[in-house]
């Protein structure tokens, strides 16, 4: 007989622990916020896709971050559903920062960011340039005409 009411006793546990676990799956699940994702393409004025790209993105005090791949998408998961701010910074290019609402479940930006402005600084200078013809055994023949032409070329500057 204590045999048997062990096992009432295991037979009651069980149920209730079975119980209390689907109690607290359903709790979980009902007081869980809807989840967004966002993925997001970002290319070049071209249309040639950017990778390496930063994309943070802020929700309230929550921020999430992701980097382009070769094709120039990210993927952030996880987004509460409303209004977000999207920030993307990629080397070379401007900035864009933009506030956006995603809906529960999938959503898809597509930007183009314009390149920054380039300046290349050039610095050139120049000597005294001399006209002397290479020492070679054809040139040899023709010393004479050189000399004769650096000769003209200093009349001329006078």
Known sequence: MARSGTIDCIRTLRHHIGALVWWAS???????APAATLRVTIADPSGAPIAGASVRVSAG??????TTDARGGAIVAHLPVGEIT????????????QTVSVRMG??????????A??????????????????????????????????QVHALLRL
Request: charged letters at 15%.
């Open 106 to 115: 999938e959503n898809h930006i597509a930007w183009q960011l314009r390149l």
């Open 61 to 66: 005090s929550a921020s999430f971050a992701a």
């Open 86 to 97: 999207l920030d993307v910074q990629a080397e070379n290019f401007i900035a864009r920062r």
């Open 117 to 150: 402005p380039h300046k290349d600084a050039v610095t050139v200078t120049a000597g005294e340039v001399r006209l002397r013809p290479p020492a070679n055994a054809h040139t040899q023949l023709f010393s004479g005409v050189f000399e004769a032409a650096l």
């Open 26 to 32: 359903w709790a979980l699940l009902a007081s869980a």
